[in-house]
């Protein structure tokens, strides 16, 4: 399991290498890339803030939740932090395992339980203003 | 005693510092030191309904009854991994 909080670029090849199995025929990779616009509005970057050391153990609490639930081999994730422009990766995860269907099952869950359970938070930067963005509040962390 | 707070995105800008630390009565809670520092940062009080509440990187209740050295973070409704849906 590889977990990655980094104000550094994100290149998929070192995590796809990491979850690379002999026994596993899928492996699926997620990429959430920062996009230009956002309910209208023209974005020019993103920032992201992140508490890091509780961040790193939720991700892991995540990829351990998708370990117990579907015959997955190996999982990586990372994710961004500080200025991202357009175009570039906030969020890596990639998943391996034996058939694609659990593959790509796991890997939607960890993405979807990142958003609800994961102290990392974006503020968005307009033409004409900046706003941090506010997920909605999940009842049971 | 004292509690570190650490504070993250919108509210760290309304703090205008990532990180405080603060002396904290005996028993006190982690939603009752919240309030204290909304009367001294009016504009938390409007996260007061959607915050949630760490404890050494921990999500805790809010009556949690803070320790001396405990590091609290108010996490407000997080928002990583890529846009909305």
């Given at each position: 399991m590889l977990i990655e909080i980094t104000a550094e670029p994100l290149a998929p090849e070192p995590f796809l290498q990491h979850v690379r199995?002999?026994?596993?025929g899928a492996v699926a990779l997620f990429l959430g890339v920062v996009r230009n616009e956002s309910l209208g509005r023209r974005v020019l970057c993103l920032e992201y803030d992140a508490y890091p050391e509780m961040a790193e153990r939720k991700l892991r609490e995540v990829a351990e939740e998708a370990v117990a639930r579907w015959p997955i081999s190996e999982v990586a994730i990372a994710h961004r932090t500080g200025r991202l422009e357009i175009g570039e990766t906030s969020l890596l995860v990639a998943v391996s395992s034996p058939h694609r269907h659990d593959a790509f099952a796991a890997c939607h869950h960890i993405v979807n339980r990142i958003k609800e359970i994961v102290p990392i938070w974006k503020k968005e930067v307009w033409e004409d203003g900046e706003a941090w963005i506010e997920g909605e509040p999940v009842g049971e962390k | 005693m004292k509690a570190t707070v650490k504070f993250f995105a919108a509210l760290r800008e309304m703090i205008g510092a990532r990180e405080l630390t603060l002396e904290v009565t005996d028993g006190q809670t982690v939603v009752g030191l919240f309030r204290e520092l909304c009367a001294r940062?009016?504009?938390?009080?409007?996260y007061d309904s959607v915050l949630f509440y760490s404890v050494n990187a921990e999500y805790v209740s809010p009556d949690y009854a803070l320790k001396d050295g405990d590091e609290v973070a108010f996490i407000p409704p997080v928002s990583g991994g890529s846009g909305a849906d």
């Open positions: 199995r002999d026994d596993s | 940062y009016p504009r938390l009080a409007d």
